[in-house]
């Protein structure tokens, strides 16, 4: 039973530039969220896609966008990168919409130069 | 708005300590979820329990046990015997029942030494 697996687990680039992350969710879940990890802090929520919809977003400004595919596999995109989005993202799957445990991926670690 | 608070940055026991991780919350809402998550050094947040707020039983797995309280709105988290392999960091994280939005504290990094 494959879990959570997302892609690349490393990433550099350079600011201005444009990146996208990938995410498969654990086998059996419709729900995809993603996460930005700032180093020594908790995961702040970026938003959360549902049958190919953006559910909800948190505090990201629209340099942020996603996807949700029909396999329910979904991609991060930030554009016109800052410094500031250095970080681990991490990208979480669920079952439905009632708030149930959501199973995480090791993380893409972004760097940016 | 919700609000998740680990006031605990990091804490150092030995081997077989028993520990305390304080996890206090806010919210305005009346039906909310309270998480647990573990996090090792490889990155991948681990999840370890779910609580509805209309369920105040406290719980126990194996070495873990949970002590929610509504009254003082604290969800802690008691680890037994501790072992290195517990060393991590641990979020504990809140979500109204409204929102699909997780809020997570920022984390308590806890180091078993032998």
């Known amino acids: 039973d494959a879990g959570v697996t997302q892609s690349p687990t490393h990433l550099i680039k350079t600011r201005g530039q444009q990146v996208t992350l990938r995410c498969s969710p654990k086998?059996?879940?419709?729900?995809v969220s993603w996460y930005q990890q700032a180093l020594g802090q908790g995961p702040q929520f970026i938003f959360q896609?549902?049958?190919?919809?953006?559910?909800q977003r948190g505090n990201f400004p629209d340099r942020f966008s996603g996807h949700q595919f029909p396999n329910y596999s979904s991609e991060l995109n930030v554009n016109a990168l800052l410094l500031g989005d250095s970080a681990l993202y991490l990208c979480?799957?669920?079952?439905?919409?009632?708030?149930?445990?959501?199973?995480f991926g090791d993380g893409t670690r972004l760097s940016i130069l | 708005a919700q609000k998740v608070t680990q006031a605990q940055t990091e804490i150092s026991v030995v081997e077989k300590e028993d520990v305390t991780l304080d996890c206090v919350y806010e919210?305005?809402?009346?039906?909310?979820?309270l998480f647990w998550y573990k996090q090792p050094p490889s990155g991948e947040l681990v999840f370890l329990i779910r609580?509805?707020?209309?369920?105040?039983q406290n719980e126990i797995s194996g070495r873990y046990s949970w002590n929610f309280q509504k009254s003082t709105s604290s969800f802690n988290f008691t680890i037994t015997a501790s072992q290195v392999v517990d060393s991590a960091v641990y979020f504990c994280?809140?979500?109204?029942?409204?929102?699909?939005?997780?809020?997570f504290g920022a984390g308590t990094r806890l180091t078993v030494k032998p």
């Open positions: 979480a799957s669920s079952l439905g919409q009632d708030n149930q445990p959501q199973h």
């Open positions: 919210t305005r809402d009346t039906t909310y979820y």
């Open positions: 896609y549902y049958e190919e919809e953006e559910r």
């Open positions: 994280a809140l979500s109204e029942v409204q929102s699909t939005d997780m809020r």
């Open positions: 609580r509805n707020s209309f369920d105040e």
């Open positions: 086998s059996g879940h419709d729900t």
